[in-house]
């Protein structure tokens, strides 16, 4: 009991300095060493978590591919390339009011580091953005980016999840997408009261279908190089070097375009997850909290529910809560079969996920968008709700 105590005043704490307009990722650095103190990591593990655990390839690739994708991101939209982009996107759409949904969406398709950075300008810069806030723009480019998680077998998570549990990838997809189709809906009851925009009230230039082709490739080029399991910056780079070519720039005018209203606060954001991140994993804290709530002798579907939780919670990756979570509990949930468990299993920990404050696309839109954490919450509360509900529904099917 007393370890989640600990862990309701870090989540307390970070949400108290966000609310006091404290930079999101040194709210995270200070968040870090709270957690430091109140588990008592001894300083002997210091060296395994600064520099080496800091460092880590998957750290540094972060933040290489948050980087780049910023610079990609400032370069097509300094250059008008962006508007011609979604305006050939929106002639193709008949409801405004799905344009932005669809942008996100589309991007969502495949999980990259920091994508919630490719989606954000597309969304800002579709005409029917202008008549939403700046808040309804973050839930809009935060939920629909994740609506394909819950199964879709390219992320990470839905294969570590069949690995571990012996589900076949066809059951968790088939089990799995009323998530998916749930979530569509509870985005659709936010968004539907948004007034739709007449096309024949805006002016803009016709873009042809090779046009459009051809404004996709510097997105296309980095989704491509996923696919080939290589590094998000490094096709992000390839993509960079497309525009300047095609374009003939030279180096001041790169220069210009790639660093206009850069938003360096956005790295220091990354570097605060990060340090979060790896302090609560490389420090062993996951350990003492899972061993709290063993020791205490909870209900096992109590724990069942709240260690992939509270897992998810404090370190913002899906990856975490699956990866470290159900090895220990699953060997403890003996009198449910895995299949009508796990659904339930699943979403509460990727509950965690969608409402952590150290989830990067959850601080990177709200960055982008200049936005409210607590209002965004506000927003997603009701709709992820509705896609809860499946996990519980399937569990008493299942029985």
């Given at each position: 009991?007393?370890?989640?105590?600990?862990?309701?005043?870090?989540?307390?704490?970070?949400?108290?300095?966000?609310?006091?307009?404290?930079?999101?990722?040194?709210?995270?650095?200070?968040?870090?060493?709270?957690?430091?103190?109140?588990?008592?990591i001894p300083i002997s593990k210091f060296p395994s978590v600064f520099p080496s655990g800091f460092?880590?390839?998957?750290?540094?690739?972060?933040?290489?591919?948050?980087?780049?994708?910023?610079?990609?991101?400032?370069?097509?939209?300094?250059?008008?390339?962006?508007?011609?982009?979604?305006?050939?996107?929106?002639?193709?759409?008949?409801?405004?009011?799905?344009?932005?949904?669809?942008?996100?969406?589309?991007?969502?398709?495949?999980?990259?580091?920091?994508?919630?950075?490719?989606?954000?300008?597309?969304?800002?810069?579709?005409?029917?953005?202008?008549?939403?806030?700046?808040?309804?723009?973050?839930?809009?480019?935060?939920?629909?980016?994740?609506?394909?998680?819950?199964?879709?077998?390219?992320?990470?998570?839905?294969?570590?999840?069949?690995n571990i549990t012996g589900l076949s990838l066809a059951w968790i997809i088939i089990h799995h997408?009323?998530?998916?189709?749930?979530?569509?809906?509870?985005?659709?009851?936010?968004?539907?009261?948004?007034?739709?925009?007449?096309?024949?009230?805006?002016?803009?230039?016709?873009?042809?279908?090779?046009?459009?082709?051809?404004?996709?490739?510097?997105?296309?080029?980095?989704?491509?190089?996923?696919?080939?399991?290589?590094?998000?910056?490094?096709?992000?780079?390839?993509?960079?070097?497309?525009?300047?070519?095609?374009?003939?720039?030279?180096?001041?005018?790169?220069?210009?375009?790639?660093?206009?209203?850069?938003?360096?606060?956005?790295?220091?954001?990354?570097?605060?997850?990060?340090?979060?991140?790896?302090?609560?994993?490389?420090?062993?804290?996951?350990?003492?909290?899972?061993?709290?709530?063993?020791?205490?002798?909870?209900?096992?579907?109590?724990?069942?529910?709240?260690?992939?939780?509270?897992?998810?919670?404090?370190?913002?990756?899906?990856?975490?809560?699956?990866?470290?979570?159900?090895?220990?509990?699953?060997?403890?949930?003996?009198?449910?079969?895995?299949?009508?468990?796990?659904?339930?299993?699943?979403?509460?920990?990727?509950?965690?996920?969608?409402?952590?404050?150290?989830?990067?696309?959850?601080?990177?839109?709200?960055?982008?968008?200049?936005?409210?954490?607590?209002?965004?919450?506000?927003?997603?509360?009701?709709?992820?709700?509705?896609?809860?509900?499946?996990?519980?529904?399937?569990?008493?099917?299942?029985?």
């Amino acid at each position: 009991m007393l370890a989640l105590i600990k862990i309701l005043i870090i989540f307390a704490f970070i949400l108290i300095l966000i609310k006091k307009k404290l930079n999101i990722g040194l709210s995270l650095i200070l968040a870090s060493f709270l957690f430091w103190i109140l588990f008592q990591i001894p300083i002997s593990k210091f060296p395994s978590v600064f520099p080496s655990g800091f460092f880590a390839y998957e750290n540094t690739n972060l933040l290489l591919s948050v980087f780049s994708i910023m610079v990609l991101g400032n370069l097509l939209s300094n250059n008008g390339e962006l508007v011609k982009l979604v305006q050939g996107i929106e002639e193709r759409i008949r409801d405004s009011r799905l344009v932005s949904p669809a942008l996100s969406a589309l991007i969502g398709l495949l999980p990259m580091p920091g994508g919630a950075l490719f989606s954000a300008p597309l969304i800002e810069a579709s005409y029917s953005s202008h008549s939403s806030s700046n808040q309804l723009l973050t839930f809009i480019n935060y939920w629909y980016r994740h609506v394909w998680e819950y199964f879709l077998p390219l992320y990470p998570v839905i294969l570590m999840a069949s690995n571990i549990t012996g589900l076949s990838l066809a059951w968790i997809i088939i089990h799995h997408l009323p998530f998916t189709l749930f979530a569509l809906i509870g985005g659709w009851l936010v968004i539907k009261n948004q007034k739709p925009i007449s096309k024949a009230n805006i002016k803009t230039e016709s873009i042809p279908l090779k046009t459009l082709f051809r404004l996709f490739v510097p997105i296309l080029i980095p989704v491509f190089v996923v696919l080939f399991n290589q590094p998000v910056w490094l096709g992000v780079a390839m993509g960079i070097i497309f525009c300047v070519f095609f374009h003939r720039m030279n180096l001041s005018t790169l220069s210009r375009l790639m660093f206009h209203r850069f938003y360096w606060a956005m790295i220091l954001d990354v570097v605060g997850v990060i340090i979060f991140k790896t302090v609560i994993i490389e420090s062993g804290g996951i350990s003492i909290l899972v061993d709290s709530f063993l020791s205490n002798h909870f209900p096992v579907f109590i724990i069942g529910m709240v260690i992939p939780f509270l897992i998810a919670l404090i370190s913002g990756y899906s990856s975490a809560f699956i990866g470290i979570a159900f090895p220990i509990i699953l060997p403890l949930l003996t009198h449910y079969s895995i299949q009508q468990i796990f659904p339930l299993l699943f979403i509460s920990g990727y509950a965690g996920i969608t409402f952590s404050p150290a989830h990067l696309c959850l601080i990177l839109t709200c960055r982008h968008f200049k936005s409210d954490l607590i209002l965004t919450y506000r927003l997603l509360f009701f709709p992820f709700l509705l896609v809860f509900s499946w996990g519980v529904i399937w569990f008493f099917l299942a029985r």
